[in-house]
């Protein structure tokens, strides 16, 4: 079923990170400002899903990319020009991501949109936020994660992970007043009854269903573009074991019926807050019928069929970040051509 | 290093599974009412983390225990008696848990804490959820998961988990109006601005830490009884990987560095809502530094010595519903004493 396990589950592009968390920190409430004075912090600007690159020139891999980091020095400065808090109030704010032998990271979390705040002179305002990403690239984490390196994957994955979280969260779910981000980024504190939560994550199974034949099950949601084929997924329910998930999820979808079950590895996914579980199922049944509404297709595929599927361009397949190119690139033994969708 | 796996992977206390859970079906708004006509419907009933339950005469397991279901008709009867609504407004409500050969499965949560409001004249008013819940037995899902069989374990498990969220997602994130109970228990929807939320899951990772000379790495929580000793275990963080977060939780919790990392199986552990993702984890340090704070102890164990200390009354082990029993009959090689605590 694995002639060739190509696919190295160790180094998953969103999963690799070389940098300590270092969470003891976490409690230090003057922490960010502590660190914007060490000539060694540099700092991440993350703008919804997207973060602040520059190409990686002299890199071997086509295309790289590194995260275009902003020294603290840079960003103490901007600070003093424009006589900015720390944390602008319309931001979810900084974020302390690690430290590694190098120095500290910090996310910096810019608005989602360029506000066009005016003064009553009708100026716009220089914020330290507005300032300091502009002019800069920024890249979707999903396009150029398997771009960057491990370092920089690491930052980024979990810059975009708890920043997403933190617009979504500014409500206390039990009384309902407004909470304000605590632990330099990594809970948020209701401003009433002071309660804490921290940030959600949503365990997902994503599936390579394999039948005896050795084809591989592929299907195309509703919402995706013409001829993107991926690897069935869905969310873990409550009360619900992980290896049931894959097998209620894979009958959902197409009433195909699974046996044996097999772990392979596993991805944070930040779009925005999910966390892929990849497993190889192993279909005992192989009629396929689409529920027609998340799911518009599904079928069976042979390792020369995909290929001449993709050649043609009648597939297109997920982006290399993803942990489902992985499970799909294992079953084929190899690297597909790079047509994604 | 596994002489003998003596776990069961497939068949962890709250991971068995045998009804059908029809998620089509939880968009039918009168689905509860129609369920509860049909003689074959049966209801669980959920107090907090316990289920009402009754002793399983004539299993050969001892102990064992069956869910105390109530016919539907029963429920349809109390309902004629007390003139209530099918949801009173003080309980999150209704669950619909799926369906097998023998019919559908309700769950009805009832108030955590008997009720004593009374009316204007001094009586307690005659309310649903209470007579039903009168003279019945409760055992919570923690200590008598393993006593059920499959179907009213899985059952148990979804009615727990699902009502355990419910109490706790009263508030719009978003803008902290009152959300209500939507698609028969199984989401939330704000009545202010619509927005819909689904049950929160959290997941967490729970590792057999083992050394070169095979010994095992067990830990001591602060609030735990004296004595008590488990696998360690932690949440996974935003934008980290499943393995990620198996080495973090140990080096933070012991100082133990960890090579590879082996998983196991999972199990879903609504106390309130996690999901514990197990792992054989291969330590190539054992210097061990506790953090003193949440790990007060944590050493390793030969399995000569855990089978002694145990029979000594100087160690207490995870109850026999958790993975980490699992893992840690695993490791031995076979059941081991069961002095829990």
Redesign the interface.
């Known amino acids: 079923m694995n002639p060739e396990p190509v696919t190295d589950w160790?180094q998953?592009p969103?999963?690799r990170?070389t940098v300590d968390?270092a969470?003891?920190l976490r409690d230090d409430v003057e922490l960010v400002e502590r660190l914007l004075t060490a000539s060694s912090t540099r700092v991440v600007l993350v703008r919804g899903a997207s973060l602040a690159v520059r190409d990686a020139h002299g890199s071997s891999v086509p295309g790289a990319l590194v995260l275009d980091l902003v020294p603290g020095a840079e960003v103490v400065a901007v600070l003093a020009t424009t006589q900015s808090e720390l944390t602008a109030p319309h931001a979810p704010g900084w974020l302390f991501l690690g430290t590694d032998d190098d120095g500290a990271y910090l996310a910096l979390v810019l608005p989602a949109e360029a506000d066009e705040d005016v003064d009553i002179s009708g100026v716009v305002p220089a914020r330290a936020e507005d300032i300091l990403g502009r002019g800069r690239r920024f890249e979707n984490l999903r396009d150029a994660g398997h771009l960057l390196d491990a370092r920089d994957a690491?930052l980024a994955?979990?810059?975009?992970?708890?920043a997403a979280?933190h617009v979504?969260?500014?409500?206390?779910?039990?009384?309902?007043?407004?909470t304000r981000p605590a632990r330099n980024g990594w809970s948020r504190v209701c401003t009433s009854d002071g309660r804490e939560v921290?940030?959600?994550?949503?365990?997902a199974v994503i599936m390579a269903v394999v039948d005896d034949a050795e084809r591989l099950l592929l299907g195309h949601a509703a919402h995706w573009p013409e001829g993107r084929f991926s690897t069935l997924a869905g969310?873990?329910?409550?009360?619900?074991?992980?290896?049931?998930a894959v097998r209620?999820e894979v009958r959902?979808e197409t009433t195909v019926v699974i046996g044996d079950v097999v772990?392979r590895?596993?991805?944070?996914w930040?779009f925005p807050?999910s966390?892929m579980?990849g497993f190889r199922a192993h279909a005992v049944t192989t009629d396929v019928v689409v529920d027609g509404v998340e799911v518009t297709d599904a079928r069976w595929f042979t390792r020369d069929g995909l290929a001449a599927d993709l050649a043609a361009g009648r597939v297109l397949l997920p982006m290399r970040s993803s942990i489902a190119r992985g499970l799909i690139e294992e079953w084929y033994g190899g690297p597909l051509a790079d047509r994604t969708g």
């Open positions: 160790a998953l969103l999963s990170t968390r969470a003891e690491g994955t979990t810059a975009v992970g708890v979280w979504r969260a500014l409500r206390c779910e039990h009384c309902g007043e407004a921290f940030p959600r994550t949503d365990p969310f873990v329910e409550a009360g619900e074991s992980v290896e049931a209620r959902e772990y590895s596993s991805q944070p930040p807050r966390l579980l």
